[in-house]
């Protein structure tokens, strides 16, 4: 599976911006993780295909939405009233089969090159 994200930039704290992921094949559940320099990798979002259920990791929850399109294989991102902690390498990555759990780096298989996402205040 090969994962194409999109949709980075650079906007002011309050602005908004739509991250878009594109799985060249199937899998179970597509998630956001997002670094940032000198922090650890963190999970922002992650939905799966079948049920459409979703994820949010503590930092963004209220602040975004993660949606997909099946017809489309594409997984989007909206991030709403962005801080400027909010800077980061957005990643999205896909894992195959279930999981009892979508939050940890170590449940995907696959990963997508990053898109960067810059907040000023």
């Known amino acids: 599976v090969q994962l194409q994200a999109s949709g980075g930039g650079s906007v002011q704290a309050g602005g908004s911006l739509r991250l878009s992921c594109v799985a060249s094949?199937?899998?179970?559940?597509m998630g956001w993780f997002r670094q940032a320099p000198g922090k650890e990798c963190e999970f922002v979002a992650a939905v799966t295909w079948s049920r459409g259920t979703t994820y949010y990791g503590d930092s963004v929850k209220g602040r975004s939405t993660i949606s997909r399109d099946s017809a489309k294989w594409t997984v989007y991102l909206q991030l709403n009233s962005l801080k400027p902690e909010d800077t980061a390498v957005y990643y999205c990555?896909?894992?195959?089969?279930?999981?009892?759990?979508?939050?940890?780096?170590?449940?995907?298989?696959?990963w997508g090159q990053g898109t960067q996402v810059t907040v000023s205040s």
């Open positions: 990555a896909a894992r195959v089969g279930y999981s009892s759990t979508y939050y940890g780096r170590s449940e995907y298989d696959y």
């Open positions: 094949g199937r899998n179970y559940v």
